[in-house]
């Protein structure tokens, strides 16, 4: 009986993948690249970047939440309907209108990230600077809650514009934390 209750309140949970969106795949004769899990290498699928992805594989669960400057929402909207997906909102609350206003950016991440109970970010739009903000945020933001985060995906590039690895950057932000948490220790026994 408890297992039920537990699996009723799973259901309830409200989930998300939150992805912050590059611009590739936007150009008019960019063609479709390979990616695959990194613990699936035989199952291999094309498409034009990680959203159409994303979208197959999570949107039967998860929410599909997009952090976009109006660029790169212009060149994902082209992603997607070259795609075949229309089923995408892109939330105007979510629209970063400045790439350098760094506190606006990180209000908009951490009202993505507090609005779920349970979390998968993908930064695989390079190590730009909004991944990297995202990532330093997503430390943070493990501190509250470690179990909130489930995964980290990253398309690491195996062969520029034609292969890529989805790999999974959990561990690492696990690392960050008892790094940081062995450091305070050490400074003050806490």
């Given at each position: 009986?408890?297992?039920?209750?537990?699996?009723?309140?799973?259901?309830?949970?409200?989930?998300?993948?939150?992805?912050?969106?590059?611009?590739q795949g936007g150009d008019?004769?960019?063609?479709?690249?390979?990616?695959?899990?990194?613990?699936?290498?035989?199952?291999?699928?094309?498409?034009?970047?990680?959203?159409?992805?994303?979208?197959?594989?999570?949107?039967?669960?998860?929410?599909?939440?997009?952090?976009?400057?109006?660029?790169?929402?212009?060149?994902?909207?082209?992603?997607?309907?070259?795609?075949?997906?229309?089923?995408?909102?892109?939330?105007?609350?979510?629209?970063?209108?400045?790439?350098?206003?760094?506190?606006?950016?990180?209000?908009?991440?951490?009202?993505?990230?507090?609005?779920?109970?349970?979390?998968?970010?993908?930064?695989?739009?390079?190590?730009?600077?909004?991944?990297?903000?995202?990532?330093?945020?997503?430390?943070?933001?493990?501190?509250?809650?470690?179990?909130?985060?489930?995964?980290?995906?990253?398309?690491k590039e195996i062969e520029?514009?034609?292969?890529?690895?989805?790999?999974?950057?959990?561990?690492?932000?696990?690392?960050a934390n008892i790094s940081?948490?062995?450091?305070?220790?050490?400074?003050?026994?806490?």
């Amino acid at each position: 009986m408890a297992l039920k209750i537990k699996n009723k309140a799973n259901e309830n949970m409200k989930k998300a993948v939150i992805t912050i969106l590059g611009m590739q795949g936007g150009d008019v004769n960019h063609k479709k690249a390979e990616y695959y899990f990194e613990s699936n290498r035989t199952d291999q699928n094309e498409y034009y970047n990680t959203l159409p992805l994303l979208i197959e594989k999570y949107s039967n669960k998860y929410n599909i939440v997009t952090i976009y400057t109006k660029e790169a929402k212009q060149a994902n909207e082209i992603v997607l309907e070259k795609s075949g997906v229309s089923n995408i909102e892109f939330h105007e609350k979510n629209l970063i209108k400045d790439d350098k206003n760094f506190n606006d950016i990180f209000k908009i991440i951490d009202e993505a990230i507090e609005e779920y109970d349970e979390i998968i970010v993908d930064v695989s739009h390079g190590f730009r600077h909004l991944p990297i903000l995202m990532t330093v945020d997503l430390i943070i933001q493990n501190f509250q809650n470690t179990n909130k985060v489930k995964k980290i995906l990253f398309a690491k590039e195996i062969e520029k514009f034609k292969l890529y690895e989805m790999m999974d950057l959990k561990e690492y932000l696990d690392l960050a934390n008892i790094s940081f948490i062995l450091t305070s220790f050490e400074k003050n026994y806490t």
